[in-house]
């Protein structure tokens, strides 16, 4: 079993910026890649972005140069650094984790999704 816990979601006004964090816990042996992914009302769920072991990112092209992923191997952990934020950013976003547990299985996790409100 592997948990994730996210936070950092809130209300911001448009131009600002919010930091999410996710952690991962649990029969974890290794992780691969950790993303972001968002879904808002009405609309299917969709990429923000992905961040391999190695560090190698993966952006939609929409959020290009005003989010940033990142990752602590060490706390299993990968945050989200959005700013510039803007009311089409409002969704709820889920973390996402595939790695292998301690008993050899492959895994993917998603967390139970954090608010994102931009609005003024």
């Known amino acids: 079993q592997v948990q994730l816990v996210e936070s950092g979601g809130g209300l911001v006004q448009p131009g600002g910026s919010l930091r999410l964090s996710c952690v991962a816990s649990?029969?974890?042996?290794?992780?691969?890649?950790m993303g972001w992914y968002r879904q808002s009302p009405g609309k299917q769920r969709e990429l923000v972005a992905t961040i391999s072991h190695g560090g190698i990112t993966n952006y939609d092209d929409s959020m290009k140069g005003r989010f940033t992923i990142s990752r602590d191997n060490t706390k299993n952990t990968v945050y989200l650094q959005m700013n510039s934020l803007k009311p089409e950013d409002t969704a709820v976003y889920y973390c996402?984790?595939?790695?292998?547990?301690?008993?050899?299985?492959?895994?993917?996790?998603w967390g139970q999704g954090t608010q994102v409100t931009v609005s003024s």
């Open positions: 996402n984790v595939v790695g292998t547990s301690w008993d050899s299985e492959n895994f993917t996790s």
């Open positions: 649990g029969s974890i042996f290794s992780i691969y890649t």
